[in-house]
């Protein structure tokens, strides 16, 4: 007796057998293996599929990132500002100190210069007299 296959029972039978393993792959999970990578770096993570991004966020999302940004920018622009001046006050600050330094000093050189002209014209005039006195 030979069994006769009609292209209906086929489908049938392949359906079936189709739902079977499908029902049954979801109970039992199998592990992925990732095998090894191609160009022999195992030590880096395993790459995901591209999926680009660009252009699905909202005008309004954007917006708002890009005001906050500016706000950001806007507070760290502050921050150096005040930084910098702090530190030029402080140069001037030592600058100011060198310069009254640098005047005090000159002022007591004068006055040492002054003080042994002085002492030098004494003496010129002690001479004087003893020689017009002898």
Do not use: C
């Not at 392949?14 to 499908?22: D, H, P, V, Y």
């Not at 030029?88 to 310069?99: E, F, G, N, P, S």
């Not at 002690?126 to 020689?131: A, F, I, S, T």
Request: aromatic share 4%; net charge positive; glycine share 4%.
């Amino acid at each position: 007796m030979a069994v006769m296959w009609t292209f209906q029972g086929v489908t049938d039978s392949m359906s079936t057998l189709l739902a079977s393993t499908s029902a049954a792959a979801p109970t039992a999970k199998v592990p992925q293996i990732a095998g090894h990578r191609k160009n022999g770096k195992q030590w880096h993570p395993t790459r995901k599929a591209f999926r680009p991004t660009a252009g699905q966020t909202s005008y309004a999302k954007r917006a708002t990132k890009t005001a906050q940004q500016a706000e950001v920018k806007k507070l760290e622009t502050e921050m150096k500002a005040e930084k910098e001046e702090e530190r030029q006050r402080r140069i001037q600050a030592i600058k100011d100190k060198r310069a009254a330094r640098g005047e005090k000093e000159r002022f007591e050189k004068m006055a040492e210069k002054m003080h042994a002209k002085r002492v030098e014209r004494l003496r010129r005039r002690e001479k004087r007299n003893k020689l017009l006195k002898s």
